[in-house]
């Protein structure tokens, strides 16, 4: 299970910290992504770490801004965001892969199987 937390409404500029605590078979797990879904729009990928590396990716449109990490004694990804924007709006949600079939980082929704609920991020202008 993914627990997603760190929401809020922050201005534009601010720092802001989201957190996901996975808990059950983290073992299994190949890698953590974050994905955000702004209103109206389709759920887009954000970043992504493998567990046991902890190797990033992190998507161009935030690539100088955001950072991702994760610890593994403490089954947590931390997905720690700079200089949010309004565009940075809309509900976060981390999603676990435990099944490999192709390249550890993935964009693509359907790569990962286990999704936490979601956290709404909200910045204003």
């Known amino acids: 299970q993914l627990q997603a937390s760190g929401g809020g409404l922050v201005q534009a500029g601010a720092s802001l910290r989201l957190s996901c605590a996975a808990s059950?078979?983290?073992?299994?797990?190949?890698?953590m992504g974050w994905f955000r879904q702004a209103p109206g729009k389709e759920r887009e990928f954000v970043s992504s770490?493998?567990?046991?590396?902890?190797?990033?990716f992190i998507s161009r449109s935030v690539k100088d801004r955001f950072t991702i990490s994760r610890d593994r004694v403490t089954n947590t990804v931390t997905l720690q965001m700079h200089e949010v924007k309004a565009e940075d709006t809309g509900v976060y949600y981390c999603?676990?892969?435990?099944?490999?079939?192709?390249?550890?980082?993935?964009?693509?929704?359907?790569?990962?199987?286990?999704w936490g609920q979601g956290t709404l991020v909200t910045v204003s202008s």
């Open positions: 999603a676990a892969r435990s099944t490999l079939n192709g390249p550890y980082h993935s964009t693509t929704i359907r790569d990962y199987d286990t």
């Open positions: 059950g078979r983290t073992f299994s797990v190949f890698a």
């Open positions: 770490i493998t567990w046991r590396a902890g190797d990033s």
